[in-house]
């Protein structure tokens, strides 16, 4: 039984002869358990270095401990002292164990571990979780990210989405790339402006990919982006995305609705109804659809501008761009007409950037295909929260959104 076991701790810390477990004690008082891997005193070693046969020279001066991933749900640590060797070439070097990083305290087992709890909960919940500060956990994030997205290759990124996000409670930015092809993120750059663009571009070169390869780039209208883009991708299309446009549209609703609501009595009603706004167009039940016939009958003005919401939903069913050019006109040419100041208004932001509104329709369906991908940057930043640096957003995102490689094993595959 304790040769199994000990059988079963040596997979674990991938121990191969000449290293062996000396023994393990649990330790009752502490609730932990200690274990002891050595070397074979006459073990022939090689110079980590250059690779050539020679000797041991002693040990290294102190015992080091790491900590391992927990057994029997006990913390479990390992004790080792390491050997040096004398190299003819390299002189005195010290001999790494086969289950460690170099200069982490943990085994390359528990930060396996420790990446998939990660990618699965909050911070401070695997913090607690595995009864390891957050610090330390930071730490192995970052050295594993780190590591799989400097070996990331960028040469086949032909369709970009680029977004704004924000972090650390709204404040500060961030610039997220996403490979639409591929539906990951690439890029996570520090602030939302010009120069972010810039460094997607660097990055993207840095790892084997061309920004005059690029057939097209997604993003918001803001007035930093879109002359951002086309002065790094000139080639590239440029999109604006559906999901940006619906929000001008929205926004727009809302001032509607919060007018409309402040001259009405019954203040509450217009306010729960919100919700309906957010159904798009052909997906309302008989229920939802009964109710804001209700409303808009009591809220005309706020039924009117929800209609042109709608009509936004059939401009992106279309199936040809002249179709959609077609009712974007017409759409257009109704909020210009409509008497509804936020709509009058939003109508001309849309008409500024129609080009790259129905540029979507030459490109749909990759656009198509990065559509879905803001929900999944959202899903990567409820588990980002809780970082307060630039550098712990970032690695998680790139965790959760990058289909990152990571070097460090998966222990439960
Ligand atoms: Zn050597």
Same mark, same amino acid.
């Given at each position: 039984?304790?040769?199994? &076991?000990?059988?079963?701790?040596?997979?674990?810390?991938?121990?191969?002869?000449?290293w062996y477990i000396k023994g393990a004690e649990f330790r009752a008082e502490e609730g932990a358990i200690h274990v002891n891997v050595g070397i074979r005193p006459g073990a022939r070693l090689v110079c980590p270095k250059c690779g050539k046969a020679?000797?041991?020279?002693?040990?290294?001066?102190?015992? +080091?401990i790491w900590r391992h991933a927990d057994c029997l749900f006990y913390p479990c640590y390992v004790h080792c002292k390491r050997p040096r060797v004398l190299c003819d070439e390299c002189g005195i070097i010290q001999i790494n164990a086969p289950f460690e990083r170099k200069n982490s305290r943990f085994t390359l087992m528990f930060e396996?571990?420790?990446?998939?709890?990660?990618?699965?909960?909050? +911070?401070?919940?695997?913090? +607690?979780?595995?009864?390891?500060?957050?610090?330390?956990?930071?730490?192995?994030?970052?050295?594993?990210?780190?590591?799989?997205?400097?070996?990331?290759?960028?040469?086949?990124?032909?369709?970009?989405?680029?977004?704004?996000?924000? &972090?650390?409670?709204?404040?500060?930015?961030?610039?997220?790339?996403?490979?639409?092809?591929?539906?990951?993120?690439f890029d996570v750059q520090h602030g939302r402006g010009k120069e972010a663009v810039a460094e997607v571009r660097k990055k993207l070169e840095k790892h084997g990919g061309k920004a005059e390869?690029? +057939?097209?780039?997604?993003?918001?209208?803001?007035?930093?982006?879109?002359?951002?883009v086309k002065e790094n991708f000139p080639e590239a299309l440029q999109v604006v995305d559906k999901f940006h446009v619906k929000q001008i549209m929205l926004k727009a609703l809302d001032q509607v609705r919060t007018e409309e609501q402040r001259a009405a009595e019954d203040k509450k009603t217009i306010f729960a109804y919100r919700k309906l706004f957010?159904?798009?167009?052909?997906?309302?039940?008989?229920?939802?659809?009964?109710?804001?016939?209700?409303?808009?009958?009591?809220?005309?003005?706020?039924?009117?501008?929800?209609?042109?919401?709608?009509?936004?939903?059939?401009?992106?069913?279309?199936?040809?761009f002249e179709q959609a050019e077609k009712s974007f006109r017409k759409l257009y040419s109704w909020?210009?007409?409509?008497?509804?100041?936020?709509?009058?208004?939003?109508?001309?932001?849309?008409k500024a950037h129609s080009t790259e509104i129905l540029n979507y329709f030459h490109n749909r369906k990759t656009n198509a295909i990065a559509e879905?991908?803001?929900?999944?940057?959202?899903?990567?930043?409820?588990?980002?929260?809780? &970082?307060?640096?630039?550098?712990?957003?970032?690695?998680?995102?790139?965790?959760?959104?990058?289909k990152l490689d990571l070097a460090v094993a998966n222990p439960l595959s």
């Open positions: 039984m304790m040769k199994d &076991f000990d059988k079963m701790l040596a997979g674990s810390l991938q121990l191969e002869e000449p020679t000797k041991r020279y002693g040990y290294e001066p102190g015992e +080091r396996g571990y420790a990446m998939l709890i990660m990618a699965d909960m909050p +911070r401070r919940k695997a913090s +607690r979780l595995l009864r390891c500060d957050e610090k330390s956990l930071t730490a192995i994030l970052k050295y594993w990210v780190d590591d799989a997205v400097e070996k990331m290759d960028l040469s086949d990124v032909k369709n970009m989405a680029i977004d704004e996000t924000s &972090f650390k409670k709204g404040h500060d930015y961030a610039t997220v790339a996403i490979d639409a092809d591929k539906r990951r993120v390869n690029m +057939r097209s780039v997604t993003s918001d209208m803001s007035a930093s982006y879109l002359p951002a957010w159904v798009p167009e052909g997906k309302m039940t008989e229920k939802q659809r009964n109710r804001f016939q209700a409303l808009a009958k009591s809220y005309p003005k706020t039924g009117r501008a929800f209609r042109m919401v709608q009509a936004l939903d059939i401009v992106y069913a279309a199936e040809t909020m210009r007409r409509s008497r509804l100041e936020p709509m009058k208004k939003a109508a001309l932001t849309l879905g991908l803001n929900s999944m940057i959202q899903a990567g930043k409820r588990k980002a929260r809780g &970082f307060n640096t630039f550098e712990g957003f970032a690695s998680m995102i790139y965790l959760i959104v990058g």
